[in-house]
Structures are given as C-alpha cells and as structure tokens.
C-alpha cells in the first residue's frame, strides 16, 4: 500500500538555528587572509573596543561575586589582563620582525643592480 503526500502541510516548517546562520554568514562573507597578505578590513571604532573589554570585567566581576569562585576573582581578573599584554607583546614582537626584515633587505640591497644597468648601457658619446 502506497500512499502519495502531495500536501506538505503535515510536515513543520524547517528553519535554521541561529549557529547555522551564523555559520553561513561566515561562510559568505568571512575573510582570512594568508599569513603574508594584509588584512583590507577596518579597525573596530575605539569606543567600542572599549566598551567590549569593560563588559568582559563586568561580565567575570557580575558572575563570581557572591559565588563560590569569588576567591578566584582577583586571579581570573589578573589573568584577563595577562591575556591582552600577551596579545600586544605578540603583536609587538611581529612589528619588530617585519622591522628587522625590511632591514636586512634594504642592506642587501646595495646598488649593484644599478651599476649593473649603467655598466649595460652604452657610454657617453664625446662632444666634438
């Protein structure tokens, strides 16, 4: 016995979950460049950045105080800190490579190839 089900009406609608739209979203419109290639995408507002590191202080201070973690609070504190100074200092130690790299190709770089190119090209010819 074979019934055919033309009407979908038996069947809920589906919708996506919102870790799925996220997901989709990231997947159409995230960007990662390559470890050499700059990223072209803007610097978040400094209000915001701001707003957003004074929310995850709130954030721990709301929930461990009156908990049983509150003992832990000054550590998890210190060690959020700790967490952006690791970040800057990564962040700084790659600046200098970048500098120390740009200097090692500027001395390389001794003009060779421009004695080269004039040595190449033909000479003056002498005024009569």
Do not use: C
Not at 30 to 43: T, V
Not at 44 to 60: K, T
Not at 85 to 107: F, G, M, T, W, Y
Request: avoid cysteine; charge should be negative; glycine fraction near 2%.
């Amino acid at each position: 016995m074979t019934t055919e089900h033309d009407d979908t009406g038996f069947e809920p609608p589906h919708t996506s979950s919102p870790t799925d739209h996220v997901l989709a979203e990231l997947q159409l419109y995230g960007y990662r460049p390559f470890q050499d290639e700059p990223d072209p995408r803007p610097l978040p507002e400094a209000q915001a950045v701001a707003s957003a590191v004074a929310d995850i202080f709130d954030a721990l201070v709301v929930a461990l105080s009156d908990a049983r973690l509150e003992a832990d609070l000054e550590d998890l504190l210190w060690s959020t800190v700790n967490l952006f100074h690791r970040a800057a200092d990564r962040i700084e130690r790659e600046l200098d490579d970048n500098e120390q790299v740009q200097k090692r190709s500027q001395k390389e770089q001794d003009g060779s190839e421009i004695r080269l190119s004039n040595s190449n090209a033909s000479p003056p010819k002498a005024r009569r």
